[in-house]
């Protein structure tokens, strides 16, 4: 918390929302027993077994007011339709049927999966994290381009603008590497449902947190100046139903 606390700081961001990395409800329990600690971390997204029998009542059982949603980790399952299987749509269902927030994590070659799954599944708030994973270091660029917009036509998705750095070349990436999958995914969703992440500190891999926040906070200038307010924080309490909301 040490290290958050001083990259947030010379972000001049207040509060954070940590997700989870590893797929174990221990991690969720120990990222609420750090949200409970800390004034930065504001709430959590958690794991939890979304293919379980048992999912309702597990919902019930971990109910706690830090917990945001949950989410899984998507893109390290070798099947494209993944998220599509009956036992994983039902997951969801029960996630989003208690006023919780999903986020997707997905890569852009099982993109394509995500409209019939968010029909599928039905009314909710959704998040799509780090713009489903643009090949940006190859430049790949179609068919994510159609794939995305097609994602964004689903009027409770939100589109985080997180993780580009590391998919972008590592030690040589510039934000002119960046700037058409910002525009991109801006034009899709608007500034409405674009919601900033550090993806701290994964993105350390790439770049520092500063880095990271400083590379979208000048786009958003250059962009839509109005809506800063929004994409580093109003629009994240809408997404996660934050509530008392953050000023």
Same mark, same amino acid.
């Given at each position: 918390? *040490?290290?958050?606390?001083?990259?947030?700081?010379?972000?001049?961001?207040?509060?954070?929302? *940590?997700?989870?990395?590893?797929?174990?409800?221990?991690?969720?329990?120990?990222? +609420?027993?750090?949200? *409970?600690? /800390?004034?930065?971390?504001?709430?959590?997204?958690? $794991?939890?077994?979304?293919?379980?029998?048992?999912?309702?009542?597990?919902?019930?059982?971990?109910?706690? %007011?830090?917990? +945001?949603?949950?989410? &899984? @980790? @998507?893109?390290?399952?070798?099947?494209?339709?993944?998220?599509?299987?009956?036992?994983? @749509?039902?997951?969801?269902?029960?996630?989003?049927?208690?006023?919780?927030?999903?986020?997707?994590?997905?890569?852009?070659?099982?993109?394509?999966?995500?409209?019939?799954?968010?029909?599928?599944?039905? !009314?909710? =708030?959704?998040?799509?994290?780090?713009?489903?994973? !643009?090949?940006?270091?190859?430049?790949?660029?179609?068919?994510?381009?159609?794939?995305?917009?097609?994602?964004?036509?689903?009027?409770?998705?939100?589109?985080?603008?997180?993780?580009? @750095?590391?998919?972008?070349? &590592? =030690?040589? $990436?510039?934000? /002119?590497?960046?700037?058409?999958?910002?525009?991109?995914?801006?034009?899709?969703?608007?500034?409405?449902?674009?919601?900033?992440?550090?993806?701290?500190?994964?993105?350390?891999?790439?770049? %520092?947190?500063?880095?990271?926040?400083?590379?979208?906070?000048?786009?958003?200038?250059?962009?839509? !100046?109005?809506?800063?307010?929004?994409?580093?924080?109003?629009?994240?309490?809408?997404?996660?139903?934050?509530? !008392?909301?953050?000023?």
């Amino acid at each position: 918390m *040490a290290d958050l606390d001083a990259a947030m700081a010379l972000a001049n961001i207040d509060g954070a929302i *940590a997700v989870q990395a590893r797929q174990t409800e221990e991690e969720t329990e120990f990222l +609420l027993e750090t949200a *409970a600690k /800390s004034d930065r971390i504001i709430g959590v997204v958690g $794991w939890i077994d979304l293919r379980a029998p048992d999912i309702e009542e597990r919902l019930k059982a971990g109910s706690n %007011p830090l917990l +945001l949603g949950y989410r &899984h @980790v @998507v893109q390290d399952e070798p099947d494209a339709d993944f998220l599509l299987a009956d036992d994983f @749509v039902r997951g969801v269902r029960a996630v989003v049927a208690n006023s919780l927030t999903y986020d997707l994590l997905v890569n852009h070659a099982q993109l394509p999966a995500v409209p019939a799954f968010l029909e599928r599944v039905g !009314p909710g =708030r959704f998040v799509l994290d780090h713009a489903a994973k !643009p090949a940006i270091a190859s430049g790949g660029w179609q068919p994510w381009a159609d794939q995305i917009a097609a994602a964004a036509r689903h009027p409770h998705l939100w589109c985080k603008v997180s993780g580009l @750095v590391t998919e972008a070349d &590592h =030690r040589s $990436w510039r934000p /002119s590497d960046i700037e058409r999958y910002l525009a991109h995914v801006l034009e899709q969703f608007g500034p409405e449902r674009l919601i900033w992440g550090s993806d701290w500190p994964v993105c350390l891999l790439a770049a %520092p947190y500063s880095a990271v926040h400083d590379l979208i906070a000048d786009f958003v200038t250059r962009q839509c !100046p109005a809506f800063s307010s929004a994409i580093f924080g109003g629009n994240a309490v809408d997404a996660y139903a934050l509530k !008392p909301a953050l000023p």
